[in-house]
């Protein structure tokens, strides 16, 4: 069975600075696809970036950056200029093979004014 | 294009009773998951439909069911609820035949078990 852990319950990050997220998983997968969602307090889950296992290249979307360490099975998140509405619940997801998540147990971000 | 939609939002009842969750899937969507998320936690595979068919089941009891309707539309039935069924509940819909489709997510029902 595949596990996705997230050792940070809580980070807090000032506003405008960089923040990184933790994320490790156990699979005995070579292809499978790795996920960040947010949660804000609204509780709808929100696709925040996602990467293919098989493209050694990190994914980026914007301010939201991934760093894959394939053999480690480690996928953080860094969320440059961070901003207010960053403040959520963020979850890492690992999808296998057969199509289903498993996810962490998320960790909460606090941004600072 | 019409998101993932599910009702109630909240919903309260008795420990032995039984509830009926649902949820409409997204517009081109043909496959549905549900999953559970209990308070601090992250959300739990319970299963997942595919063309009306169970194909794939997290580890929770029997007495979670669910339902696909031809339409994609689902439904999440627990009997017997006992007070740690008490969680908000996500329905989520992507399309199988789409590649690397990620989950699009509902708003959730939140269940009281009292």
């Known amino acids: 069975a595949q596990t996705v852990t997230q050792s940070q319950p809580e980070m807090s990050v000032q506003e405008a600075e960089t923040v990184t997220l933790s994320c490790t998983y156990d699979?005995?997968?070579?292809?499978?696809?790795l996920f960040w969602y947010k949660q804000p307090p609204s509780r709808q889950m929100i696709l925040v970036i996602r990467?293919?296992?098989?493209?050694?290249q990190n994914a980026t979307e914007n301010r939201f950056s991934v760093n894959f360490q394939k053999a480690a099975k480690s996928f953080s998140l860094k969320i440059s200029d961070s901003q207010l509405g960053d403040a959520a619940m963020y979850f890492c997801?690992?999808?296998?093979?057969?199509?289903?998540?498993?996810f962490g147990t998320g960790t909460s971000l606090t941004v600072i004014p | 294009e019409t998101g993932v939609t599910q009702s109630p939002t909240h919903l309260i009842k008795t420990r032995g009773q039984q509830v009926t969750l649902r949820c409409s899937s997204q517009?081109?969507?043909?496959?549905v998951s549900w999953y559970q998320q209990a308070l601090g936690q992250g959300p739990q595979f319970i299963f997942q439909?595919?063309?009306?068919?169970?194909?794939g089941r997290g580890n929770f009891p029997p007495r979670f069911s669910g339902l696909q309707f031809p339409n994609y539309s689902s439904e999440l039935n627990v009997n017997a609820l006992e007070l740690d069924d008490s969680a908000l509940y996500l329905c989520?819909?992507?399309?199988?035949?789409?590649?690397?489709?990620?989950?699009?997510f509902g708003n959730g029902t939140r269940l009281t078990v009292t």
């Open positions: 997801a690992y999808q296998n093979t057969g199509n289903q998540f498993y």
């Open positions: 699979t005995s997968e070579s292809d499978y696809y």
């Open positions: 990467q293919e296992a098989y493209k050694q």
């Open positions: 517009s081109g969507h043909n496959t």
């Open positions: 439909y595919y063309r009306e068919e169970e194909n």
């Open positions: 989520a819909s992507f399309d199988t035949g789409a590649g690397n489709s990620p989950l699009h």
